[in-house]
C-alpha cells in the first residue's frame, strides 16, 4: 500500500522514470507545441511546418495505421514518454489536451506507459490516462484501471459536484464488467476516511449483489442522506440507492431509525414501505404531495428510473452512440412493421426501458417497480408479455452499455501487469 505522503511526488517519480528510460533521446519541444496540436485540424497535423518534424511524421504514419511498423515504434517512444509528462497539471493551457490527442491516436504504443502514468502520476495526469486507457483495445490489468476511477471519485475540492468524481461515477456505473472489477476496491473504500468516496462507493454497492454482505455498512454510509442538509438531491440519491439494495437494507435501516431527523425518519419510512410492504414494522407510505416537497422529483425516487438515469448520464449522444440505442431502434422499427396490438407495443416499450441500467440487477429492479405500479387491469394483460421480452432483450443485448474497449480483450496483453495494491489506500485522500 502506497503512503498518502508519496503521493504529492507522483509527478516527479514519473519524469524520472520515463527520462531514464529513454524521454531523453529526443529534444523536448516547448510547451506550447503540444497546445497547438489541441487547436490544429485534423488534415493539417501531418504537414503543419511549425511542428517537429518527427511528430508530422508520426501522426501521418497513425493515421495509416502504421503502429506495428518498428521504425515508427521506435520513433514514437520517447515522444509518447514527453507527451504523458505534459498530462500533468501545470500553468501551460491546452498542453495536456494536445498531448492526450497526441496519445490517444498512438493507441496501443503508448498502453504500456499509460499504464505506468496510472499509478504514479498527478491527479490530472491519472484523469487523463484512465480516459485514453479506457479507450485503448486491451490493458494488462482491468482491476487496475478500475481501481484508478475509484481512487477519482474522491473529494478533489469540488465537493459534490466535481467533474473527476462526477465522471469516474459515471465511468463505474455505466459498465457492468466495470463495476465487477471494480467491486473489491469499492468494498474496501466504504472504510474511507474521504466522505465523497465513501458515499459514491456505497452507491455503486448497491448496484451489484456483493453490497448485500456489506448492507450494514452501506446504509450506515448513506442513511444519514435522507436527513435534512443543505445539498440538493442527496435524499432522492440515497433513498434511491437504498431501494436497489433492497431487503438488506432493512434491519439496519430499521436499527438506525433513531438516529434520523423529521426528513430522514419520514423517508425512512417511505422506503421500507416501498421495499418490505405495508405490513413492515415502522413502514408508512408517504403521499406524493408530502414526498415532493422533500425530493423536489415528480417520480418516486425510490421506485422510478430517475436513479438508473442519473447514474448512466443517459443523454441523446450517448444513447444513440451505444448498443442500446440500436435496441431502442429496433424496437421501434419491429412495432411499427411486425406488430399490431398497441398493448403488445407497450409491453415491449416497458422492456427496452427497463433495461437501461447499469447492471441486471439494477434493470430487474426497475422491471418489478414498473410492473408494481402498473393498474391491476393492464398488469393482467400485459405483465407475462413484459416479462417475454424483458428475458429475450437482456439475453440478446443484455442490461447496461457495451463495456469500454479496454474490457472486451483484456487477456490480449499489452504490457506489464500492475498490481491494483498502490492504487488501494485507507485514507481515500
Not at 410492504?277 to 422533500?294: F, K, N, V, Y
Request: charged share 25%; hydrophobic share 40%.
Amino acid at each position: 500500500m502506497v503512503d498518502d505522503l508519496l503521493v504529492p511526488t507522483g509527478a516527479y517519480i514519473l519524469t524520472m522514470m520515463l527520462t531514464a528510460s529513454g524521454a531523453g533521446d529526443v529534444p523536448a519541444p516547448k510547451p506550447n507545441v503540444w497546445a497547438q496540436i489541441k487547436r490544429t485540424p485534423d488534415l493539417e497535423l501531418k504537414r503543419d511546418p511549425t511542428l517537429p518534424a518527427d511528430i508530422r511524421k508520426l501522426f501521418r504514419a497513425f493515421a495509416e495505421k502504421k503502429h506495428d511498423d518498428r521504425a515508427i515504434q521506435k520513433l514514437a517512444v520517447p515522444w509518447i514518454q514527453q507527451a504523458i509528462v505534459n498530462l500533468r497539471d501545470d500553468e501551460v493551457k491546452w498542453n495536456a489536451h494536445g498531448a492526450s490527442r497526441f496519445l490517444g491516436a498512438a493507441r496501443h504504443l503508448a498502453v504500456p506507459q499509460l499504464e505506468l502514468a496510472m499509478v504514479v502520476g498527478d491527479e490530472q495526469q491519472r484523469m487523463m490516462v484512465s480516459e485514453l486507457l479506457l479507450r485503448a483495445k486491451s490493458v494488462s490489468d482491468p482491476k487496475s484501471l478500475a481501481a484508478s476511477w475509484v481512487w477519482l471519485m474522491r473529494d478533489g475540492g469540488d465537493g459534490l459536484s466535481g467533474p473527476n468524481g462526477v465522471t469516474a461515477f459515471r465511468v463505474l456505473a455505466s459498465s457492468s464488467q466495470m463495476l465487477r472489477a471494480a467491486t473489491p476496491e469499492l468494498i474496501e473504500q466504504l472504510g474511507s476516511r474521504d466522505r465523497q468516496l465513501q458515499i459514491n462507493a456505497a452507491i455503486l454497492l448497491c448496484l451489484v449483489e456483493e453490497g448485500d454482505d456489506h448492507a450494514e455498512r452501506i446504509v450506515e454510509v448513506l442513511a444519514p442522506l435522507l436527513d435534512d442538509d443543505d445539498h440538493m438531491g442527496t435524499a432522492s440519491t440515497a433513498l434511491s440507492s437504498l431501494s436497489f439494495l433492497g431487503l438488506p437494507a432493512i434491519d439496519p435501516l430499521r436499527d438506525q431509525l433513531h438516529l434520523r431527523d423529521e426528513q430522514g425518519t419520514r423517508l425512512t419510512r417511505h422506503l421500507l414501505h416501498v421495499i418490505a410492504g405495508p405490513h413492515t414494522p415502522d413502514a408508512r407510505q408517504m403521499p406524493l404531495w408530502e414526498r415532493r416537497a422533500i425530493t423536489t422529483l415528480r417520480d418516486d425516487p425510490a421506485q422510478s428510473s430517475a436513479f438508473i438515469r442519473f447514474i448512466n448520464v443517459y443523454e441523446n449522444e450517448d444513447l444513440y452512440a451505444s448498443h442500446l440505442g440500436a435496441m431502442t431502434s429496433w424496437w421501434c422499427s419491429h412495432a411499427r412493421h411486425q406488430r399490431s396490438k398497441a398493448s403488445q407495443s407497450a409491453a415491449e416499450s416497458i422492456a427496452v426501458y427497463t433495461l437501461i441500467g447499469a447492471t441486471e440487477r439494477a434493470a430487474k429492479r426497475q422491471l418489478e417497480y414498473r410492473i408494481a405500479a402498473m393498474p391491476p387491469e393492464a398488469r393482467r394483460k400485459q405483465e407475462a408479455e413484459i416479462r417475454r421480452w424483458f428475458d429475450e432483450l437482456l439475453e440478446e443485448y443484455g442490461p447496461a452499455q457495451p463495456d469500454p474497449p479496454a474490457f472486451r480483450d483484456f487477456e490480449d496483453c499489452c504490457g506489464p501487469t500492475l498490481d491494483a495494491r498502490p492504487l488501494r489506500r485507507s485514507s481515500g485522500t
